[in-house]
């Protein structure tokens, strides 16, 4: 406890200034005078950024923003738009399944409208809309 030094604050003739007094001594002393500064004054937020755009603090929300517009709205925009492609370039005897499973052969396509031959010993036909046509077997 040697080397402990508490610093006082005193005002000669209205300039701050501040004193460095080593422990166990009487203020004015043997202590040495200081000038005071903003920097002495108020230190606490010395190692703070030098002034910053005000619009950096809204930086990760606006990132989060993107990644939740890619993951909400971009992601299944892009799946309709290729289910949709892929329903218009349905032809004559491809073998398509649905999506509750049937797989069949295209025979006829009819605006909204898809007959499919599921089975050949019997000729059974089905007829379902377009849009439950979940992907095309021949193509891949």
Request: glycine share 10%; no cysteine; hydrophobic share 45%.
């Amino acid at each position: 406890m040697k080397n402990l030094w508490i610093l006082a604050a005193a005002a000669d003739d209205g300039a701050d200034v501040v004193e460095a007094v080593p422990a166990g001594q009487e203020s004015g002393q043997s202590g040495t005078l200081v000038p005071a500064g903003p920097a002495d004054i108020n230190d606490a937020g010395a190692d703070r950024p030098a002034n910053r755009p005000g619009w950096l603090g809204y930086l990760p929300f606006i990132f989060l923003f993107v990644i939740m517009y890619m993951l909400l709205f971009r992601g299944p925009r892009k799946q309709q738009q290729k289910h949709k492609e892929m329903v218009q370039t349905l032809a004559k005897n491809d073998k398509v399944r649905t999506i509750g499973g049937i797989i069949g052969t295209v025979v006829d396509i009819k605006d909204e409208e898809v007959i499919l031959k599921v089975d050949e010993s019997n000729n059974t036909k089905i007829r379902v809309v377009a849009s439950a046509i979940g992907k095309n077997l021949s193509k891949e």
